[in-house]
């Protein structure tokens, strides 16, 4: 079965600057790969997502890439707040079946202001 | 008009009671899923249900028992609960795998 990779598992940065978070997945049929944002206390919330028919999405200061070849996606954040900090997962699927989605261990952003 | 929602929000029991977690969503989604949420946030799924049948099983002890009376509803029922059940477990649905829409959690603590 799919297996993803995530790292790191926690990142600090101050306000302003970027943040990059990484995945890698293991099957390579695969096809679908969001990012949730989980903040304390609450339930994940899908953010941006991506299908391997595209290597990049961008939405406002969020943007995801994919590299199928490597099969590695990253979460790229710019311009950093503080009401960025939380819980950030990614996840893979395969949205030809039933499967449900794969998610990575998360990484805990810290916007320091 | 909350999308997916569960009862209840907590949920403190003792060791070696029955419980059951309510699932409900009004998306007209074909596929839902119940995941656990460990204390170190790690999301696994348990199970998937498309369409009221039983798609995904994974390896959850046979005292978690999903039902699904219809598709907009997918309970979870726990017969003889233990301490390592302690979680928040997470209902969601999606249209076909994709675009997963979670419930607020139930946060489950065996005492």
């Known amino acids: 079965g799919e297996n993803v990779e995530q790292h790191p598992s926690t990142l600090s940065v101050q306000e302003g600057d970027s943040a990059v978070i990484k995945c890698t997945y293991s099957d390579s049929a695969s096809n679908y790969f969001p990012w949730y944002k989980q903040e304390l206390g609450k339930r994940p919330q899908l953010i941006i997502d991506i299908r391997s028919n595209v290597g990049e999405k961008k939405d406002q200061r969020i943007a995801v890439t994919l590299n199928k070849t490597a099969k590695h996606f990253s979460l790229h954040i710019t311009e950093t707040q503080p009401e960025d900090s939380a819980v950030y997962f990614c996840?893979?699927?395969?949205?030809?079946?039933?499967?449900?989605?794969?998610f990575g261990k998360g990484t805990r952003l810290s916007v320091i202001a | 008009d909350t999308a997916v929602s569960q009862t209840p929000k907590y949920l403190v029991t003792q060791m070696g009671n029955d419980k059951s977690i309510k699932c409900e969503q009004n998306l007209g989604h074909d596929t839902m899923y119940w995941y656990k949420q460990d204390s170190k946030k790690f999301l696994k799924i348990m199970f998937s249900y498309n369409n009221k049948e039983l798609i995904i099983n994974e390896t959850v002890p046979n005292r978690f028992s999903p039902k699904s009376p219809d598709k907009a509803h997918l309970n979870l029922h726990i017969n003889s609960l233990e301490l390592g059940d302690s979680a928040v477990y997470f209902c969601?649905?999606?249209?076909?795998?994709?675009?997963?829409?979670f419930g607020q959690g139930t946060r489950l603590t065996v005492v």
């Open positions: 969601a649905s999606s249209p076909q795998s994709e675009k997963a829409f």
């Open positions: 996840a893979a699927s395969w949205n030809s079946g039933n499967t449900p989605l794969v």
